[in-house]
């Protein structure tokens, strides 16, 4: 597999959230800052608890799965859309175009609404063998709006580690 030696920058990214239902309703986020984080990434995503004798470490366990906490901005050229349009108010807050999706999360796994993130990064254009992503699958969120030049939409979100498919980085 060829690697690029060209850094990611912002232009390279692509964030689009999808629903649950059998064709998906997606939203690729558009006038976005490239600025998304992802936070505390870990292997096998397991919190370690150190475990000590008289202040003296003697073993490390591997005990919960952690969920992932991640923020991202984008332009606000509205909340929600016109009905027809959905905008990232309308997917995130299950309104609009989006009141009739459905959550990535069963019933079994609590039926809270719960949405697909997933980043690309555009690597094939610069020599490496593929695109770099970051798929987050079972995702809740919160919307922030901030009036500026241009306003904004701080988008906060968890991804939440429901089952071992939760997260996929490539």
Request: charge should be negative.
């Given at each position: ?10 232009k390279?990214?692509?964030?689009a ?26 292997s096998?995503?397991?919190r ?8 003296i ?14 923020t ?17 108010g309308?997917?995130l ?8 999706a459905?959550?990535k ?10 949405l697909?993130?997933?980043w ?11 695109d ?33 498919d ?5």
């Amino acid at each position: 597999m060829s690697v690029s030696a060209n850094p990611l920058v912002p232009k390279d990214g692509a964030i689009a959230i999808t629903d649950g239902t059998g064709t998906p309703l997606s939203l690729t986020i558009l006038y976005e800052d490239g600025d998304l984080q992802v936070q505390g990434l870990m292997s096998g995503q397991l919190r370690k608890q150190e475990y000590k004798t008289r202040g003296i470490p003697y073993a490390v366990r591997e005990v919960e799965r952690m969920s992932i906490p991640f923020t991202f901005t984008c332009h606000a050229t509205g909340i929600i859309g016109d009905g027809t349009t959905a905008l990232p108010g309308d997917a995130l807050l299950k309104l609009g175009v989006w009141a009739s999706a459905t959550s990535k999360a069963s019933a079994a796994q609590g039926g809270a609404y719960l949405l697909q993130l997933a980043w690309t990064g555009e690597r094939s254009n610069f020599g490496a063998t593929a695109d770099s992503s970051i798929t987050l699958k079972y995702c809740s969120f919160e919307v922030d709006f901030a009036e500026g030049d241009p306003s904004k939409l701080t988008i906060k979100g968890t991804a939440h580690a429901l089952s071992t498919d939760y997260l996929t980085i490539a």
